[in-house]
């Protein structure tokens, strides 16, 4: 899995957007060709689909959940997660949308994940649960760069994150695990929102490492960018900047709670440019 450091960039497409990103966004699904297929239904299959329909009706009640199903080499591994700040509403819709669709993009692949900005699905034929992974990821990001009169926002962008990350460590069995919402203002000018969170079952050493890598990526390919978000097997971590024409910020934010734009990941509402990286699975 060393080789995995090895990227291939898929795909890189520039999109425009003209409108709002809707919040269940698709971003990207990955099919793993080197996992093998499997025959339509023999066991395997209808585990498969009795793991991805039991994930949907869970994703009404929790924003996590794991479950195996089967035996021997008809096992299956399988999770949904949805980010922190969505509602039970919003996550089920999210993980319901995902299942099937991965059912369709995935067909009789063995091991699958996808990605939303409001959740991600995956299963497999192997125990990954408490693996640290990196790869496969994709990230988003606004095309606008954050004005000049942000001064030193990329070392900034950074040390705040940090500290959100080292802070959200703290937090792996709170309700809403690993999760952390921040936003501070910065010279009166602009706040930063900053959001990082791990898949539950990670320990608190490997989630901090995860989301230090994922920082890591996020901002060599989008520091200088108005927002972005990265979503790997085990972590995401994003950021969005506003102006202060906001009213006051309320108090800092704490982990579970909302800012005020904490239900709204993305700038809505203005013509957005977003580029797309996929990076691929490997060893294809
Ligand atoms: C894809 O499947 C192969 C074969 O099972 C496995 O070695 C590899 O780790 C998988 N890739 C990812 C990214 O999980
Ligand atoms: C696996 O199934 C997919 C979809 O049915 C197909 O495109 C692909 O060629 C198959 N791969 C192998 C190794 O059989
Ligand atoms: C799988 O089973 C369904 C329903 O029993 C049937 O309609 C379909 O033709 C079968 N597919 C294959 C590939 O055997
Ligand atoms: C999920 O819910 C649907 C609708 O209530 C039900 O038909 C289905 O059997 C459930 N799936 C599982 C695996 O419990
Ligand atoms: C989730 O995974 C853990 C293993 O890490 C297991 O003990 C637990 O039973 C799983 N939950 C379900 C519902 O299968
Ligand atoms: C859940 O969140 C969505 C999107 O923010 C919102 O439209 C919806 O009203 C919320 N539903 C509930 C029950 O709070
Ligand atoms: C699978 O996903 C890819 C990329 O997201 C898309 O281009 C393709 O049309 C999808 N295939 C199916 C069968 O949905
Ligand atoms: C942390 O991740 C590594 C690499 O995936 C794994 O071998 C190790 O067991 C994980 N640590 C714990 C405590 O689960």
């Known amino acids: 899995m060393e080789a995995t450091k090895k990227l291939f960039v898929l795909l890189c497409l520039f999109l425009t957007i003209n409108q709002a990103i809707s919040e269940s966004e698709h971003m990207a699904t990955f099919c793993n060709e080197s996992s093998g297929n499997f025959t339509s239904n023999t066991t395997y299959n209808k585990n498969l689909n009795t793991l991805l329909s039991t994930?949907?009706?869970?994703?009404?009640?929790?924003?996590y959940y794991?479950?195996?199903?089967?035996?021997?080499?008809?096992?299956?591994?399988?999770?949904?997660?949805?980010?922190?700040?969505?509602?039970?509403?919003?996550?089920?819709?999210?993980?319901?949308?995902?299942?099937?669709?991965?059912?369709?993009?995935?067909?009789?692949?063995?091991?699958?994940?996808?990605?939303?900005?409001?959740?991600?699905?995956?299963?497999?034929?192997?125990?990954?649960?408490?693996t640290l992974e990196t790869k496969p990821s994709i990230w988003?990001?606004?095309?606008d760069l954050v004005p000049k009169s942000y001064g030193k926002f990329g070392q900034r962008l950074s040390e705040k994150m940090g500290e959100v990350i080292v802070r959200s460590s703290l937090l792996s069995s709170s309700f809403s695990p690993y999760y952390l919402m921040d936003t501070t203002r910065f010279d009166n000018l602009y706040?930063?929102?900053?959001?990082?969170?791990?898949?539950?079952?990670?320990?608190?050493?490997?989630?901090?490492?995860?989301?230090?890598?994922?920082?890591?990526?996020?901002?060599?390919?989008?520091?200088?960018?108005?927002?972005a978000f990265i979503f790997t097997p085990k972590c995401?971590?994003?950021?969005?900047?506003?102006?202060?024409?906001?009213?006051?910020?309320?108090?800092?934010?704490?982990?579970?709670?909302?800012?005020?734009?904490?239900?709204?990941?993305?700038?809505?509402?203005?013509?957005?440019?977003?580029?797309?990286?996929?990076?691929?699975?490997?060893?294809?």
Request: glycine share 6%; with cysteine.
């Open 191 to 227: 706040d930063l929102e900053s959001i990082v969170q791990c898949s539950p079952h990670l320990d608190p050493t490997n989630c901090t490492t995860c989301l230090k890598l994922a920082l890591q990526e996020l901002t060599d390919c989008c520091g200088d960018q108005v927002w």
């Open 140 to 143: 988003w990001s606004s095309h």
């Open 55 to 63: 994930l949907s009706n869970q994703s009404s009640f929790a924003n």
């Open 66 to 130: 794991n479950l195996t199903t089967g035996l021997a080499s008809d096992t299956v591994h399988g999770m949904f997660l949805c980010t922190g700040d969505v509602n039970r509403t919003t996550c089920n819709a999210c993980v319901k949308k995902a299942t099937i669709e991965i059912t369709k993009n995935c067909t009789n692949h063995r091991e699958a994940i996808i990605y939303y900005f409001d959740c991600m699905v995956r299963y497999s034929d192997k125990f990954f649960l408490t």
């Open 236 to 284: 995401l971590v994003s950021f969005d900047t506003s102006t202060s024409s906001l009213p006051p910020l309320p108090p800092p934010s704490r982990s579970g709670s909302f800012s005020i734009r904490g239900n709204n990941k993305i700038l809505g509402g203005m013509a957005l440019a977003v580029a797309v990286w996929v990076f691929a699975f490997l060893g294809l």
